[in-house]
């Protein structure tokens, strides 16, 4: 089974900016739709950003729009969560999934549409 390794997580003061890595064991994930998300206790896991594996389409959702940045290299077989202008609301576990996807310019915005997901990394925003 692929397993997904985030790092980067942390704490920042409101404002700042952090970026996250996802680098899968096992597996490339070069051709693989790309996703981030996060989870807050007593809530559900909400999207946050996604990527296709070729052309990289993107799609964000409306609160981080202008302030993240979702990338990949397929190169290294990792990709990036880039959060600027932080504050104290995107306080969160980030988790980042992946799913083999036939089409390269396909990216999924729901959690059900991941096959493969990392264990989650803590950044704490505070004000």
């Known amino acids: 089974q692929v397993q997904l390794v985030e790092s980067g997580g942390g704490l920042v003061q409101a404002g700042g900016s952090l970026r996250l890595s996802c680098a899968p064991s096992?597996?490339?994930?070069?051709?693989?739709?790309m996703g981030w998300f996060r989870q807050t206790p007593g809530k559900e896991r909400e999207f946050v950003a996604a990527i296709s594996p070729i052309g990289g389409r993107t799609e964000y959702a409306n609160s981080v729009k202008g302030r993240f940045t979702i990338s990949r290299d397929n190169a290294k077989n990792t990709g990036y969560l880039q959060m600027s202008v932080l504050n104290p609301e995107d306080t969160g576990i980030y988790y980042c999934?992946?799913?083999?996807?036939?089409?390269?310019?396909?990216?999924?915005?729901?959690?059900?549409?991941?096959?493969?997901w990392g264990q989650g990394t803590q950044v704490t925003v505070s004000s």
């Open positions: 999934a992946a799913t083999p996807t036939y089409l390269g310019t396909t990216y999924y915005t729901t959690v059900a549409k991941y096959q493969h």
């Open positions: 096992g597996r490339t994930i070069s051709r693989d739709a």
